[in-house]
Structures are given as C-alpha cells and as structure tokens.
C-alpha cells in the first residue's frame, strides 16, 4: 500500500516519493528541514495512512542507543534479591525492552518514529548501525536473539544540530523537507481551516512570508507557528482589514507572540515598525 498523504497532512509529490522509496527499499527514511516543516508529524500520518500501529522513540541529548534495545535493571534485581524475592531466579523479569524491541517484535509491522537524532551523542547512529541494518540484536543477559518478525517502516528526523556519520547515511534513504511554498501553504491551511476567509487567508500568507524574509530575523516562523496564529485571529476575530492596515503606532504585529518566539526579533520589528512610522510622515 502506497503513501499518497491523508487527509490531514499534505505530501508533496516528492515526499510521496521519498515515503515509498523508503518503504520499496526497505531502508529508514532519514527526514532533515526546518523545525516545524512537519517531520514528526510525518510518521504519524505515514501510520495513519498505511493502517499500522506507530511506536515513538524521543532522542535526548542523555539518550543511549542501548536503550533502544533493552536496559537491565541490576539494582532492582539486588533490591529483590536482598528482599528474597523469587523473581530474582530467572534474570528475563529484570530486563526492560527498548523501542525497537517493540517493534521487532509487534505483531503486525509497526512505524517506527526515532525523532531528532541529532540530539543525542554523535557516536549514537553508529551504535544503531548493525541493529536497523540486520533487524536483530542480541541479549547477552538472557543469551536471546531478537529478531524483527516482520520489517517496521523505521522514520529518523533531524533538525541537523550534528552531522550524521558516513556510514549512517548510506544505510538510510534521505529526503530534506523543503518550506512550503505559498501554493503548498495554502493547501496546508485549506486542511486545518476548511472555512477560513479568502481575503483573510491572502492576507496572512502575505503578511508571514514578508515576516520569513526580513533580514536580520533569528527564527523564521514556521508552518506549525502560522497555524497557530491563524487560530488565533480567528478566535480574536481579527478581520483582513486589521491585518492589512498594519497601524505601527498600535501593534508591531497583530498576535505576534505566535510567530516571533525571542527578545531580538520583537525588537527588530519595532525598530521596523519606528522606522515605518517615521517615513510615512
């Protein structure tokens, strides 16, 4: 079963592409692009689209690979053992699985989220190299073998904090979520707000995209923070009208708090909205 996008996220036809490339090759679809370009989201929809279960491992910065595969929990079985415990005979009740056991091991093959890879330390993708290659590992406590009943569709975002290892990314298929294009973003909107406004989507989409080109901006708003703020002009009935005046002497901009997220960049549009200000007397 082919990945066409759902009806609540819209897949361009080159990430249709990247999707079902990676599933023919069955080889993890490794997704790079702005935070906030949908790259979680994706394997969400992936499952939701081909009918599977959806399995979630958030990478920290603390994150070991091992935890993936398994943890053994020797003091709790000490604990027991002092306590007189029985479980403490049979060392399997001490060892706690990882993500990619459960999905090894699901019964019907699961999608796989390992999200922001780039987080965790830089040796962490090679420690996963043998066991996303092969699907097995082994389990030295327990002497077991856990291999994949059937091949999860595995997904691995990255916001490119660190580069990913040669070796890595040659056994992944790579696709870079470029930012929509207003087309795009219109579409994108269209599917969470079925009933907005024409004239208040054109102004909006106007009005973000001049916001991502201004130079000097530290954080560019992204897709998930101008659905937020379309949320909210609609809930504060803010009318195109609102938008399109543009009042420097009243607001920098309206509800900007949902697309302006630090200090540098409200104050770089109000030295903007000063200047404006200034020119237009």
């Keep these: 079963m082919a990945f066409a996008g759902t009806d609540t996220y819209v897949a361009t036809d080159d990430l249709r592409v990247a999707v079902n490339a990676a599933i023919a090759l069955q080889r993890p679809l490794l997704v790079k692009g702005e935070p ?122 990255s916001n490119n904090e660190k580069e990913l290892p040669d070796a890595f990314l040659r056994r992944c298929f790579f696709h870079y979520i470029r930012f929509p294009d207003p087309e795009t973003m219109e579409r994108i909107v269209a599917v969470h707000f079925p009933d907005l406004k024409k004239e208040l989507l054109r102004d909006a989409l106007g009005m973000f995209y001049e916001v991502r080109e201004i130079p000097g901006l530290r954080k560019r708003p992204s897709t998930s923070e101008l659905l937020d703020w379309i949320r909210l002009l609609l809930v504060e009935d803010v009318s195109p009208e609102t938008l399109r005046a543009r009042d420097p002497g009243k607001l920098v901009l309206p509800l900007h708090g949902a697309l302006l997220k630090n200090e540098q960049d409200v104050m770089l549009f109000e030295r903007l909205a000063f200047l404006a200000r200034r020119d237009s007397r």
């Design 36 to 157: 906030g370009t949908g790259k979680t989201v994706l394997a969400q929809e992936i499952a939701k689209a081909l009918g599977r279960p959806l399995l979630t491992w958030h990478i920290k910065s603390t994150t070991r690979a091992q935890q993936g595969l398994y943890e053994y929990d020797a003091v709790s079985r000490l604990r027991d053992g002092q306590l007189g415990d029985e479980r403490v005979r049979d060392i399997a009740n001490y060892i706690r699985r990882g993500k990619l056991w459960e999905a090894f091991e699901a019964e019907e093959p699961p999608v796989l989220l390992i999200d922001e890879i780039d987080k965790a330390d830089i040796e962490f993708p090679n420690d996963l190299l043998q066991e996303l290659d092969r699907m097995e590992f082994f389990v030295y406590e327990t002497g077991q073998t856990v291999r994949a009943r059937q091949r999860p569709v595995v997904v691995i975002t």
